[in-house]
């Protein structure tokens, strides 16, 4: 079974402060996802990186997927108050498991004006 | 226009009973899925249904029982409700061949008394 720690689980920031959310497994993806939640909304995809050692920019939020695809971190510089909300990770297994994803247990931003 | 839509988004019962959760998608994906997501966000997939046909079963009670009359739509059955069922469900689904993005809908706020 693959698994994926996501940490911190909650994160409680000033506005401008920067924070780094981390995605930790000891199973190889093929593709790791970061999705954000809005509150009673479902998921949407942020970004998707498949290549290891890959960095994808999104304005202020910065990704990173591991050398050896076992892990991803999401950087955001400059935190406002519309950042706010649940960023869950996600690993793709890839192959046969048609798509088949293991989500990490999210972390709950707040950005405080 | 609403890409996956679920219905109905909320849902309070009585423990025992049984009800029904749908799911359209108008996006022309082949693949589709139910997750359930618990009160601490954690979001696991149950099932998942490419072209009508049931591929991934998680470890779910067999409760739970899912059905795709065609492609574009996935619904869910859940017969003598329990406690422990209260949660929110997600559809998602995903174009299969290459992208592993899945589009989520806003999610069945289910609640068992």
């Known amino acids: 079974t693959q698994l994926l720690e996501q940490s911190p689980q909650f994160l409680s920031i000033q506005e401008g402060e920067n924070l780094t959310v981390y995605c930790n497994s000891s199973?190889?993806?093929?593709?790791l996802q970061w999705y954000r939640q809005e509150p009673g909304e479902g998921p949407v995809l942020l970004v998707t990186?498949?290549?290891?050692?890959e960095v994808k920019k999104l304005k202020r939020l910065t990704f990173q997927f591991g050398d050896a695809r076992k892990d991803s971190s999401l950087h955001i510089t400059a935190a406002q108050p519309g950042d706010t909300g649940l960023y869950l990770c996600?690993?793709?297994?890839?192959?046969?498991?048609?798509?088949?994803?293991?989500f990490g247990q999210g972390t709950i931003l707040t950005v405080h004006p | 226009d609403t890409a996956v839509s679920q219905t109905p988004k909320y849902l309070v019962t009585q423990m025992g009973n049984d009800k029904s959760i749908k799911c359209e998608q108008n996006l022309g994906h082949d693949t589709m899925y139910w997750y359930k997501q618990d009160s601490k966000k954690f979001l696991k997939i149950m099932f998942s249904y490419n072209n009508k046909e049931l591929i991934i079963n998680e470890t779910v009670p067999n409760r739970f029982s899912p059905k795709s009359p065609d492609k574009a739509h996935l619904n869910l059955h859940i017969n003598s409700l329990e406690l422990g069922d209260s949660a929110v469900y997600f559809c998602a689904s995903r174009a299969s061949g290459g992208e592993e993005t899945q589009y989520f809908g806003p999610g069945t706020r289910l609640l068992v008394l």
């Open positions: 199973s190889v993806f093929s593709s």
């Open positions: 996600a690993g793709a297994a890839g192959g046969t498991s048609y798509g088949k994803l293991t």
């Open positions: 990186v498949v290549t290891g050692g």
